[in-house]
């Protein structure tokens, strides 16, 4: 029989399309991706990937075997979330998965008490925009701003996000207050890279203030908002992000939007007693936290 570990590289490799990212997604080593390939592909007898400028890319012969690897991926998976399921234990790996400002402002102390009470509970925490698989065991829980669809998942909402329109105070004094019934003309804005711009508040945000002149495009929540705190612009933050600083909140013709937070395990893993403690710190602290994540002011 063909390695499992092989034909998992193999999948990485062709969803990633280089060694390095494959790497990083299975964590290990990149020589251990090119290893594991050139293992597989000698075993196999055919050429599965080609390298390109581009990356790697199938074969003909690895198209026709991807939708075979996948439904064994599948299968490998469904067993690790039964024995997981049944692990009755308070230790071991908890893969989280959330938005930076979430995971630095909201639950790093949860984080910590919980560590407190179960030392044998290990946290790892991707705190950033990635669509990690809940299925493929890429994280083991998930706290989005969006609901996720996928049948296999316990979905429930935990919280809601408030936002509001934010300057310095210097800023304020040199450019006067924004004129948002006629775009904002003359003054300048802080936003997110393009494929943010879908995004509520800032399809809000862009409403309010089109006539105005972008000035910078930051993937980080604290990079808009130390922009703002420089003087850069007008910006679009969660209000328990722009509230405590010493950022002037600017009022709107229309209201902020809100963004729910939802959080997510797969069925298979849900009672879990480790999943299940980490899931309960997450969901009290996100509902203990409702008024200044959305406050009603």
């Known amino acids: ?34 290893r594991r390939l050139a293992g597989l592909e000698a075993r196999a007898g055919a050429r599965l990937l080609a390298k390109t400028p581009g990356g790697y890319v199938l074969t003909p012969a690895g198209e026709a075997v991807l939708g075979n690897v996948e439904r064994i ?17 308070l230790e071991g790996v908890v893969r989280v998965t959330t938005v930076e400002i979430l995971a630095v402002e909201v639950l790093t102390s949860a ?30 829980i998930a706290v989005r701003l969006a609901r996720l669809t996928q049948n296999d998942l316990a979905v429930r909402k935990v919280a809601s996000l408030g936002f509001g329109l934010y300057a ?16 904002a003309p003359g003054h300048s804005t802080i936003l997110n890279p393009s494929e943010g711009m879908h995004l509520p508040e800032m399809a809000w945000f862009t409403a309010l203030t089109h006539q105005a002149r972008p000035a910078v495009r930051h993937n980080s929540r604290y990079g808009q908002r130390a922009a703002a705190e420089a003087g850069m612009g007008l ?47 997450i969901a009290t602290t996100l509902r203990a936290e409702a008024h200044r994540l959305a406050p009603g002011d």
Do not use: C, K
């Open 1 to 34: 029989m063909l390695p499992w570990d092989d034909l998992q590289s193999f999948l990485a490799i062709a969803r990633h399309g280089t060694l390095s990212a494959a790497a990083r997604a299975l964590g290990v080593m990149q020589t251990t991706m090119g």
């Open 73 to 89: 991926e599948a299968e490998a998976l469904a067993v690790e979330r039964r024995i997981t399921g049944g692990d009755i234990r």
């Open 111 to 140: 984080f910590a008490a919980l560590q407190r009470a179960h030392p044998g509970i290990r946290l790892e925490v991707a705190a950033d925009a990635r669509s990690l698989s809940l299925a493929r065991r890429e994280a083991d």
């Open 168 to 183: 310095s105070a210097a800023y304020l004094e040199q450019h006067g207050p924004p004129d948002f019934g006629a775009g």
């Open 235 to 281: 910006a679009a933050l969660s209000r328990f992000m722009g509230d405590p600083t010493g950022l002037v909140r600017l009022p709107t013709p229309t209201p902020a939007p809100r963004r729910d937070v939802f959080l997510a395990v797969h069925h298979d893993i849900r009672h879990t007693p480790r999943i299940r403690a980490v899931t309960e710190v």
